[in-house]
């Protein structure tokens, strides 16, 4: 018996020294590591810099922290603080138990592909626009006036379309000063907003889809078109704040970085996520990652969206080619535009496509982008000159700002509309471009069926546009992803509020998905496409 329990007590023993020694020989499972977005553990994996810069979300002490790795204190965000130290001091900065997320303060580059075409699109008439400048279906003619567009970009210079007050301010975040050196933002803020000085014999237009609007320039792309994430993070938080102040109701972002990591961690994408929940509609690019070269021949691919492309709650365009045309069944989505899924979340986008291709509008003479079209022939110019005005240019930063444009419309057809009001009515009004969903998203662009529905609430009784002979209508299907779905806060029951009033047709709401009419799956196409290329 004694010896019995001896060998008890010396199993029991050993085995709890055996534990001890186990937990001791394994202190790596108890120790704690931030996430990484997959940029930063890739970089920290094989480094390939002396050093780098990133974003450590939500940290309190920020100098103390900054000091304990031996890192450099580069800028204090709203929700966060970017860092910069040699891959190591990144490593021990992911263990220390004050981190919890470290995202890359990756390069953003503006929206814009130089592939060389012969289309200059009628853009307005392609949209719709001049319907709702002098009225469309018994609602009142509008032109965006009073709604301001906080466009962050790479500035604006001055040209003779954006005079009259429609540049209301402009803040600079990248120390370059507040002009346009790129040429990019001077571009999109006369499609937004820019009075139409040119109208030609062919009825083509160079104005802005909502002249009556106004913009204001936030900087943070310099003269070669890049910028850093946390530039455009900054200058969200300056909208945020001063939002009233200058009475915003659209940003836009024609601009993005490959996604790296999930949104709900992206700090960008928790950045815009603000600032739609303070109430302002938030336009971004689905980026021009639609294909790649493949022994020499272009292969389409999906799964390329950008950041903060792939956030839900924004409005995400992609780029659309008419071929010049006013008739639908000529157009198509843009070969470079961006095709959904979004990577790691799977979210279904783009929302919509609108024209993007060969687009006129303002020049800013001897920017980057003006010198560069005359070396290599990517743009065609209105005018000929070293003094032209107005050239063209191709990507689906050009649509993001041609829906911020119809934005301005509908806010101005409904100033009490909310974010999931707009984004809902572009969708549902969009027309049906048989190009499978994770290519096109809802369809193109309808600006006057859209400041209709504004006016009006959802409806399937939209009038019909005539355009080049075509009656178009919306093609009606949208889907909401993401969690804490947007669309809930428009919806009681199965009544859609829209404003002050609660709307209840012949809709079917069904989960996460609106569907009306009898399309539910478009054509005869696969939704997956061939090929989906995530990374780099």
């Known amino acids: 018996m004694n010896g019995g329990r001896t060998f008890f007590r010396w199993t029991l023993t050993a085995a709890l020294a055996a534990m001890m020694v186990m937990a001791m020989a394994a202190p790596g499972a108890a120790q704690h590591r931030a996430r990484l977005a997959k940029d ?12 780098m810069q990133v974003i450590v979300q939500s940290v309190a002490r920020a100098q103390e922290l900054a000091a304990r790795h031996g890192l450099r204190l580069k800028k204090q965000l709203d929700g966060g603080v970017v860092l910069e130290g040699t891959t190591g001091q990144i490593e021990a900065l992911a263990s220390d138990p004050d981190v919890t997320q470290i995202s890359g303060d990756n390069k953003v580059t503006a929206s814009r592909d130089k592939s060389a075409t012969v289309e200059a699109s009628l853009l307005a008439q392609t949209v719709g626009a001049p319907e709702v400048w002098s009225g469309f279906g018994g609602v009142e003619g509008v032109d965006g006036r009073n709604i301001v567009v906080a466009m962050i970009d790479s500035g604006v210079a001055p040209h003779k379309g954006l005079r009259g007050g429609r540049l209301v301010g402009s803040v600079d975040f990248t120390g370059t000063g507040t002009g346009d050196q790129f040429g990019h933002g001077t571009h999109l803020a006369n499609l937004i907003a820019g009075k139409d000085l040119r109208p030609d014999a062919t009825g083509q237009t160079y104005g802005g889809v909502a002249p009556g609007a106004q913009v204001i320039s936030l900087k943070v792309l310099g003269a070669d078109g890049t910028g850093d994430t946390s530039d455009v993070i900054a200058a969200l938080e300056w909208a945020v704040a001063h939002r009233r102040e200058y009475s915003i109701r659209i940003v836009t972002l024609a601009l993005g970085h490959p996604v790296f990591e999930s949104y709900k961690t992206d700090p960008l994408c928790k950045a815009v996520q603000k600032a739609i929940d303070a109430g302002m509609v938030v336009v971004a690019s689905a980026g021009n990652f639609g294909k790649i070269k493949i022994d020499g021949r272009d292969v389409t691919v999906f799964g390329g969206i950008s950041s903060p492309g792939n956030l839900p709650a924004a409005i995400t365009v992609g780029a659309l080619t008419t071929r010049n045309s006013l008739r639908s069944k000529d157009w198509a989505v843009a070969t470079y535009s961006s095709r959904g899924p979004t990577q790691f979340d799977n979210v279904m986008k783009p929302d919509l496509v609108a024209p993007g291709n060969k687009i006129m509008s303002a020049n800013a003479v001897g920017s980057t982008m003006d010198v560069e079209s005359r070396i290599d ?12 005005q107005y050239l063209t240019m191709n990507g689906a930063s050009v649509s993001t700002a041609v829906v911020a444009g119809a ?20 969708q549902l009004s969009a027309t049906f471009i048989p190009d499978g969903y994770m290519s096109v998203g809802s369809g193109a662009l309808n600006a006057a069926g859209a400041v209709w529905m504004a006016a009006n609430g959802p409806s399937p009784n939209v009038p019909a546009l005539s355009l080049g002979g075509e009656q178009l209508v919306g093609a009606g299907i949208v889907y909401w992803g993401g969690e804490g779905n947007e669309l809930s806060r428009i919806i009681w029951g199965d009544r859609i509020i829209w404003g002050d009033r609660i709307i209840w047709g012949d809709r079917i709401i069904w989960g996460d998905r609106i569907i009306w009419g009898d399309r539910i799956i478009w054509g005869d196409r696969i939704i997956w496409g061939d090929r989906i290329i995530w990374g780099e």
């Not at 101005?412 to 809902?424: F, G, Q, R, T, Y």
């Open 377 to 388: 022939g990517s743009a065609t110019y209105a005018e000929s000159g070293e003094g032209a």
């Open 407 to 426: 934005a301005a419309l509908m806010l101005d057809a409904n100033p009490s509309l909310h974010p999931e009001h707009v984004k809902l009515a572009l």
């Open 40 to 51: 930063v553990a890739d970089e920290l994996a094989a480094p390939s810099r002396a050093s």
